[in-house]
């Protein structure tokens, strides 16, 4: 499923991984293709198909074909994005064996002005299953 793109670059921005989801290691949420200089939240949730009762993904409202399709337990920190529209968080997995082949779902949310009214480009989302 795709998000929705700024209306001054007309990008999309674009969700990525750098490292490993691993028990005990930590590894990079990456995010491309924002507008550059800009600030952007990843949001990050324990499930794609419903969040607090309702089905996603969940129409965004003022921001025409955007869409939440990650619910929303957990956010990080703001990331500014450099000149080029890219950013990071990094996100620390605990040495919990009970959590290998655990799930968590994420999605990037970047303050872009000219992408609609809400004022936010989202991008597609991803998928960790954590591992051994």
């Known amino acids: 499923r795709l998000g929705c793109g700024s209306g001054q670059q007309n990008a999309t921005p674009q969700i990525g991984n750098d490292g490993f989801p691993f028990v005990d290691t930590s590894f990079d949420v990456t995010v491309?293709?924002?507008?550059?200089?800009?600030?952007?939240?990843?949001?990050?949730?324990?499930?794609?198909?419903?969040?607090?009762?309702?089905?996603?993904?969940?129409?965004?409202?003022?921001?025409?074909?955007c869409q939440l399709i990650v619910s929303v337990d957990l956010t990080s920190a703001t990331v500014f994005l450099d000149a080029s529209g890219r950013g990071a968080t990094t996100l620390d997995v605990p040495d919990q064996p009970a959590l290998i082949g655990a799930e968590l779902f994420h999605q990037w949310a970047v303050l872009d002005p000219n992408a609609n009214l809400f004022g936010f480009a989202f991008s597609g989302g991803a998928k960790t299953t954590i591992g051994g």
């Open 32 to 65: 491309d293709s924002g507008l550059q200089g800009s600030a952007a939240i990843l949001v990050s949730g324990f499930s794609n198909t419903i969040w607090n009762g309702v089905a996603l993904p969940l129409l965004v409202p003022g921001a025409a074909g």
